[in-house]
């Protein structure tokens, strides 16, 4: 059996306006685990972290912090 993820992303979008900028990331990160994220400038790097961190809401897509739905709950909460 494998552990659960401490961060999941399920089907992750992000659009500003009509340009959309993230589509359909999906990721798990297990508890101790290790991931990079790498593209050119423009690929949407800052706007996946920002979902994660609640500085962006996803315009689909959920985010949960160890089984949590956290999306779109700003960082300070």
Same mark, same amino acid.
């Given at each position: 059996?494998s552990?659960?993820? @401490?961060l999941q992303l ?5 659009? $500003?306006?009509p #340009?959309p900028?993230?589509?359909g990331?999906?990721? %798990? /990160? /297990?508890a101790?685990?290790?991931? @990079?994220?790498?593209?050119p ?5 800052s706007?996946l $972290?920002?979902?994660v961190?609640g500085?962006f809401?996803? #315009? ?6 160890k089984g949590t %739905?956290i999306t779109?709950?700003?960082? $300070?909460?």
């Amino acid at each position: 059996m494998s552990p659960s993820p @401490a961060l999941q992303l399920q089907e992750v979008h992000k659009s $500003f306006g009509p #340009t959309p900028i993230i589509r359909g990331v999906t990721l %798990d /990160v /297990v508890a101790g685990e290790r991931h @990079a994220v790498i593209g050119p400038n423009g690929a949407g790097k800052s706007t996946l $972290f920002n979902i994660v961190s609640g500085r962006f809401p996803p #315009t689909r897509g959920t985010v949960r912090l160890k089984g949590t %739905d956290i999306t779109g709950q700003p960082p $300070f909460e």
